[in-house]
T-cell receptor
Framework: AQSVSQHNHHVILSEAASLELGCNYSYGGTVNLFWYVQYPGQHLQLLLKYFSGDPLVKGIKGFEAEFIKSKFSFNLRKPSVQWSDTAEYFCAVKAGTASKLTFGTGTRLQVTL | EAQVTQNPRYLITVTGKKLTVTCSQNMNHEYMSWYRQDPGLGLRQIYYSMNVEVTDKGDVPEGYKVSRKEKRNFPLILESPSPNQTSLYFC?????????????FGNGTRLTVT
């Protein structure tokens, strides 16, 4: 079964700092990759997704992620974070044509002014 | 407005008292799923349904039941809740058979079992 690892559990950054959150998965075949964001007190929302083509994916609010197949990674990046980016971020993987979505344990991002 | 609606948002109950959390979606999605979210554990899938009358266990199904009698509804049933089921629960839906279709989540139900 596939698994997803997010090694950064809690990240604290100042506004305007650059962000990179790690995500690694274990599955050797075709994958579909997602990043979801959960703002305080809210439900999860899709940030961006990758399923084929250009491995550099751009999402909403200036976020992007790069799929590196050889490293089984799908790291999330943002050049300059804002206080409003404070949230929990979840990486998720669908393996092959399965509908099941496996989530990582999440990374809590705290952006200070 | 396309949405997944869960009720109630908050629920406090006692051990052993049966409860149901409702979930409804208006997007004609075939696939529906229940997750629980716990600190440090992320989201874990409880049950999912590929279509009407088709349900399957996820990663943590013990102590839960579901039913899918209609396409839009996917209630989560706790026949005899226990304190270890205290958690934040999310219902989600997506287009089945479309492997790159993202999940749409409900607003969550925070359950406390005393």
């Amino acid at each position: 079964a596939q698994s997803v690892s997010q090694h950064n559990h809690h990240v604290i950054l100042s506004e305007a700092a650059s962000l990179e959150l790690g995500c690694n998965y274990s599955y050797g075949g075709t994958v579909n990759l997602f990043w979801y964001v959960q703002y305080p007190g809210q439900h999860l929302q899709l940030l961006l997704k990758y399923f084929s083509g250009d491995p550099l994916v751009k999402g909403i609010k200036g976020f992007e992620a790069e799929f590196i197949k050889s490293k089984f990674s799908f790291n999330l990046r943002k050049p300059s974070v804002q206080w409003s980016d404070t949230a929990e971020y979840f990486c998720a993987v669908k393996a092959g044509t399965a509908s099941k979505l496996t989530f990582g344990t999440g990374t809590r991002l705290q952006v200070t002014l | 407005e396309a949405q997944v609606t869960q009720n109630p948002r908050y629920l406090i109950t006692v051990t052993g008292k049966k409860l149901t959390v409702t979930c409804s979606q208006n997007m004609n999605h075939e696939y529906m799923s229940w997750y629980r979210q716990d600190p440090g554990l992320g989201l874990r899938q409880i049950y999912y349904s590929m279509n009407v009358e088709v349900t399957d266990k996820g990663d943590v199904p013990e102590g839960y039941k579901v039913s899918r009698k209609e396409k839009r509804n996917f209630p989560l049933i706790l026949e005899s809740p226990s304190p270890n089921q205290t958690s934040l629960y999310f219902c989600a839906s997506s287009l089945a058979g479309s492997y790159n279709s993202p999940l749409h989540f409900g607003n969550g139900t925070r359950l406390t079992v005393t």
